[in-house]
Protein backbone atom coordinates (compact mmCIF):
# COMPACT_ATOMS: atom_id res chain seq x y z
CA UNK A 1 0.00 0.00 0.00
CA UNK A 2 1.38 3.90 -0.97
CA UNK A 3 0.27 6.04 1.22
CA UNK A 4 0.70 10.00 -0.32
CA UNK A 5 0.24 12.57 2.95
CA UNK A 6 0.71 16.69 3.12
CA UNK A 7 -0.63 19.59 5.00
CA UNK A 8 -2.56 21.80 2.55
CA UNK A 9 -0.25 24.56 3.58
CA UNK A 10 2.94 26.40 2.88
CA UNK A 11 4.48 27.20 6.47
CA UNK A 12 7.72 25.99 6.82
CA UNK A 13 6.59 24.89 10.62
CA UNK A 14 3.04 23.74 9.01
CA UNK A 15 1.07 22.16 11.79
CA UNK A 16 -1.05 20.98 9.15
CA UNK A 17 1.96 18.90 8.03
CA UNK A 18 3.61 17.62 11.05
CA UNK A 19 -0.20 16.23 12.10
CA UNK A 20 -0.96 14.42 8.55
CA UNK A 21 2.81 12.68 8.73
CA UNK A 22 2.40 11.82 12.21
CA UNK A 23 -1.11 10.29 11.21
CA UNK A 24 0.61 8.57 7.82
CA UNK A 25 3.10 6.82 10.27
CA UNK A 26 0.20 5.06 11.55
CA UNK A 27 -0.29 2.79 8.56
CA UNK A 28 1.38 -0.29 7.79
CA UNK A 29 2.24 0.98 4.45
CA UNK A 30 5.27 -0.33 2.53
CA UNK A 31 5.60 3.60 0.93
CA UNK A 32 4.53 6.55 2.75
CA UNK A 33 5.41 9.78 0.99
CA UNK A 34 4.82 13.17 2.37
CA UNK A 35 4.80 15.72 -0.13
CA UNK A 36 6.07 19.82 0.76
CA UNK A 37 3.46 21.83 -0.95
CA UNK A 38 6.76 24.66 -1.38
CA UNK A 39 7.80 22.17 -3.77
CA UNK A 40 5.09 22.65 -5.93
CA UNK A 41 4.67 26.65 -6.64
CA UNK A 42 2.50 27.29 -9.23
CA UNK A 43 1.14 30.88 -10.79
CA UNK A 44 -1.92 32.15 -9.62
CA UNK A 45 -4.72 30.48 -11.19
CA UNK A 46 -6.94 32.53 -14.18
CA UNK A 47 -8.03 31.56 -17.32
CA UNK A 48 -6.07 34.05 -19.13
CA UNK A 49 -3.04 32.59 -17.59
CA UNK A 50 -4.01 28.87 -19.05
CA UNK A 51 -5.12 30.15 -22.15
CA UNK A 52 -1.24 31.62 -22.74
CA UNK A 53 0.43 29.18 -21.12
CA UNK A 54 -1.06 25.76 -20.47
CA UNK A 55 -1.61 23.87 -16.96
CA UNK A 56 2.07 23.90 -15.60
CA UNK A 57 4.05 20.59 -15.60
CA UNK A 58 4.32 21.30 -11.62
CA UNK A 59 0.24 21.12 -11.06
CA UNK A 60 0.55 17.37 -13.48
CA UNK A 61 3.53 16.19 -11.73
CA UNK A 62 1.57 16.42 -7.96
CA UNK A 63 -1.81 15.19 -9.88
CA UNK A 64 0.59 12.06 -10.71
CA UNK A 65 1.43 11.86 -7.39
CA UNK A 66 -1.89 11.86 -6.05
CA UNK A 67 -3.26 9.25 -8.50
CA UNK A 68 -0.73 6.99 -7.22
CA UNK A 69 -1.50 6.71 -4.21
CA UNK A 70 -3.84 3.79 -2.30
CA UNK A 71 -4.68 6.26 0.40
CA UNK A 72 -3.87 9.84 0.34
CA UNK A 73 -3.97 11.80 3.76
CA UNK A 74 -4.32 15.58 3.75
CA UNK A 75 -4.62 17.78 6.68
CA UNK A 76 -6.54 21.01 5.70
CA UNK A 77 -5.00 23.86 7.16
CA UNK A 78 -7.83 26.83 7.45
CA UNK A 79 -7.51 30.62 6.83
CA UNK A 80 -10.50 32.73 7.26
CA UNK A 81 -12.65 29.44 7.06
CA UNK A 82 -11.34 28.48 4.10
CA UNK A 83 -8.46 26.50 2.06
CA UNK A 84 -5.05 28.18 2.16
CA UNK A 85 -4.44 30.36 -1.22
CA UNK A 86 -1.44 27.57 -1.76
CA UNK A 87 -4.03 24.82 -1.87
CA UNK A 88 -6.84 26.54 -3.73
CA UNK A 89 -4.81 27.05 -6.19
CA UNK A 90 -3.05 23.77 -6.47
CA UNK A 91 -6.87 22.42 -6.47
CA UNK A 92 -7.70 24.85 -8.85
CA UNK A 93 -4.79 23.98 -11.22
CA UNK A 94 -5.05 20.36 -10.65
CA UNK A 95 -8.84 20.29 -11.72
CA UNK A 96 -8.09 21.45 -15.26
CA UNK A 97 -5.96 18.58 -16.09
CA UNK A 98 -8.68 16.81 -14.65
CA UNK A 99 -12.13 17.58 -13.07
CA UNK A 100 -12.07 14.42 -11.05
CA UNK A 101 -8.63 15.11 -9.17
CA UNK A 102 -8.98 12.43 -7.04
CA UNK A 103 -10.02 9.88 -9.24
CA UNK A 104 -12.26 7.70 -6.92
CA UNK A 105 -9.08 7.60 -4.61
CA UNK A 106 -9.45 6.81 -0.53
CA UNK A 107 -9.14 9.85 1.13
CA UNK A 108 -8.48 10.52 4.78
CA UNK A 109 -8.87 14.04 5.78
CA UNK A 110 -7.75 15.85 8.84
CA UNK A 111 -7.71 19.45 9.49
CA UNK A 112 -6.01 21.24 12.90
CA UNK A 113 -4.97 24.82 14.00
CA UNK A 114 -4.07 26.38 17.20
CA UNK A 115 -7.53 27.76 18.23
CA UNK A 116 -10.56 25.67 19.57
CA UNK A 117 -12.45 24.88 16.88
CA UNK A 118 -9.63 22.91 14.45
CA UNK A 119 -10.36 23.76 11.06
CA UNK A 120 -13.89 22.99 11.08
CA UNK A 121 -15.02 25.33 8.03
CA UNK A 122 -12.44 23.87 5.82
CA UNK A 123 -13.02 20.73 7.08
CA UNK A 124 -17.12 21.00 6.12
CA UNK A 125 -15.95 23.09 2.53
CA UNK A 126 -13.69 19.87 2.11
CA UNK A 127 -16.39 17.14 3.07
CA UNK A 128 -18.79 19.30 0.46
CA UNK A 129 -16.12 19.41 -2.17
CA UNK A 130 -14.05 16.98 -2.54
CA UNK A 131 -16.77 14.08 -3.63
CA UNK A 132 -17.62 16.24 -6.41
CA UNK A 133 -13.86 16.06 -7.81
CA UNK A 134 -13.92 11.93 -7.01
CA UNK A 135 -12.94 11.49 -3.48
CA UNK A 136 -14.09 8.55 -1.66
CA UNK A 137 -13.41 10.24 1.81
CA UNK A 138 -12.98 7.37 4.12
CA UNK A 139 -12.93 9.29 7.39
CA UNK A 140 -12.31 12.56 8.84
CA UNK A 141 -11.00 13.99 12.09
CA UNK A 142 -10.15 17.61 13.36
CA UNK A 143 -7.86 18.41 16.18
CA UNK A 144 -8.40 21.86 18.34
CA UNK A 145 -5.88 23.15 19.66
CA UNK A 146 -3.08 21.58 18.06
CA UNK A 147 0.16 23.13 20.47
CA UNK A 148 -2.26 21.73 23.70
CA UNK A 149 -3.32 18.49 22.41
CA UNK A 150 -0.52 17.38 19.76
CA UNK A 151 3.33 15.86 21.06
CA UNK A 152 5.49 15.10 18.05
CA UNK A 153 6.37 12.05 19.61
CA UNK A 154 3.33 10.85 21.16
CA UNK A 155 0.30 12.30 19.00
CA UNK A 156 -2.57 13.67 20.50
CA UNK A 157 -2.53 14.13 24.67
CA UNK A 158 -6.02 14.37 25.36
CA UNK A 159 -7.37 11.49 26.25
CA UNK A 160 -10.75 11.92 25.06
CA UNK A 161 -9.61 13.06 21.81
CA UNK A 162 -6.92 10.39 21.07
CA UNK A 163 -9.88 7.59 21.80
CA UNK A 164 -11.41 9.47 18.98
CA UNK A 165 -8.69 9.70 16.88
CA UNK A 166 -7.49 5.93 17.19
CA UNK A 167 -11.13 4.98 16.75
CA UNK A 168 -11.19 6.67 13.55
CA UNK A 169 -8.07 5.36 12.57
CA UNK A 170 -9.12 1.71 12.91
CA UNK A 171 -12.40 2.33 10.88
CA UNK A 172 -10.56 4.05 7.71
CA UNK A 173 -8.16 0.91 7.64
CA UNK A 174 -11.05 -1.60 7.83
CA UNK A 175 -11.84 0.24 5.30
CA UNK A 176 -8.66 -0.21 3.29
Do not use: C
Amino acid sequence: MKIVAFGASNSKQSINKQFATFTANLFDAEDVEIIDLNDFELPLYGIDKKKKTGIPETAVAFYDKLQSADLIIISLAEHNGSYTTVFKNLLDWMSRHNTKVFSSKKVFLLSTSPGGMGGKFVMEAAMTRFPRHGAEVIGQFSLPSFNDNFDGETGVKDEDLKQRFQKIIDEVKRKL
